[in-house]
């Protein structure tokens, strides 16, 4: 019984500020704020009732837990308050002028630049490395085992030459898609120009067999026209829908239909890894802390270019392998519960902080972005990206590699904008002069 009253309190905690901003502030800043908010409340408290006998294994929602979810809320009751404030956050609109000949055409300079550019990474990784998994077709004759398929994947993208062409399969995809959507709204791509690029990136995505690029792609997509305000009830379901039918026939590829699994199988596991799963492994995490294991103390934190004295801990293998015994695939541990498996609940408030400090940054940045189309794509982009925070490691919601691709692509694009300038100014400088007859 109290279980269910956690539950249900923990329900009313994450919607009601959803549902203020949605009714009083309703800024387009606030998408970032919204996407936390919804982000959580699917991931780790929608699917707790899912969790028990859950691979012969029940764990309850504790004390602990309620208490870390109701922190993890606290930076969407302050953007709830500081929303309603007009002064702080104002309420702004995209205004891209692409009604400039000189603007749109540098914007689809800059726009074929970007897709030659991934081109280029792509054919420089099949002649330097190889091809990748999704090209190679002997992965045919391993569809629908998803030990061999993991394998495969785990080969390729721990390949150290890998890190040096991700860019190109992930990030600079992921944008480039959503910029061409956007100028096929503003008419300036046609339909099929604008399949080919989605199809691409789609391709591009799940070219090392990773499962959720296809369902992001729609979702920023869908974020997009929300955006921009060219989405009705219907294309909102249909996206949703595209979005369920990604991920599971990703599923299917990775599992199959034999006897093995039957559809209901999938269909189930499919469930259970959106709604239940996170929160499964955060319960693992607070209820083992300390009790069972020692605080990491930072060690499962990233460690770039070794600049600290330690080794970092795989801290999804360490949950697979203690939570399910075995080492296929991975068990993301939601970045409230990565902090507390370092810190205990001084890193759950040290979480919060960083949440509230990058969603301000998100939010506050958006005033800038909305005069360039490559800075507002790369801001959807960031802002979908937030639903990591409660998927797995907060760093993987700050992707800095975003950022700078939304900068280098907007000088060039203010640089070949200034060009066509000059040379437009030229070229009717130089035009002869209509003689004039006088009377």
Partial sequence: MLEIIYWLTLNCAVLTPICLMMRYVRNAAFLP??????????????????????????????????LVILAVCVPLYAFAVLGMFRRVFPRVSIEIDLCNKARANAAMTTYIALWLMILCGVLAYIINVGKPPIFDMSIIDIIGDAQDLKDVRKAYTYNPEFRTYKVFFYSMPLLVVIVGDYLHLRGKIGSIGNIISILGSMILTIAFLHKQGPAYIIIELLLLRMLLKKIKARSFLIAISLVAASIL???????????????????????????????????????????????????????????????????????????????????????????????????????????????????????????????????????????????????????????????????????????????????????????????
């Fill in 33 to 66: 704020v919204l996407i936390y908010g919804v982000s959580l409340w699917v991931f780790l408290i929608l699917g707790i009732p899912l969790q028990s006998n859950k691979f012969d294994r029940t764990i309850h929602c504790g004390l602990e837990y309620f």
């Fill in 249 to 439: 026939g990703m599923f299917i590829f990775f599992y199959g239909l034999d006897n093995r699994f039957s559809f209901a199988d999938i269909l189930m596991m499919l469930v259970r890894r959106v709604f239940s799963s996170y929160s499964f492994n955060l319960e693992f995490g607070l209820e083992r802390f300390p009790s069972d294991f020692s605080f990491f103390y930072g060690t499962t934190l990233p460690n770039p270019a070794d600049i600290f004295n330690f080794t970092q801990v795989d801290l999804s293998a360490f949950t697979m392998w203690y939570l399910y015994g075995n080492l296929l695939g991975n068990a993301p541990m939601p970045a409230a519960g990565e902090f507390y498996v370092n810190f205990g609940f001084t890193g759950v408030l040290i979480f919060v902080f960083l949440v509230f400090l990058w969603l301000s940054f998100l939010v506050y940045s958006f005033q800038f972005v909305r005069h360039n189309v490559f800075l507002l794509c790369a801001w959807i982009v960031l802002s979908l990206r937030v639903i990591s925070c409660n998927q797995q490691s907060f760093f993987s919601a700050t992707d800095f590699k975003m950022i700078a691709l939304g900068i280098i692509f907007t000088g060039i694009n203010y640089f070949i904008l200034s060009f066509l300038q000059v040379f437009t100014k030229r070229s009717k400088s130089l035009a002869p002069k209509k003689n004039m007859l006088t009377a």
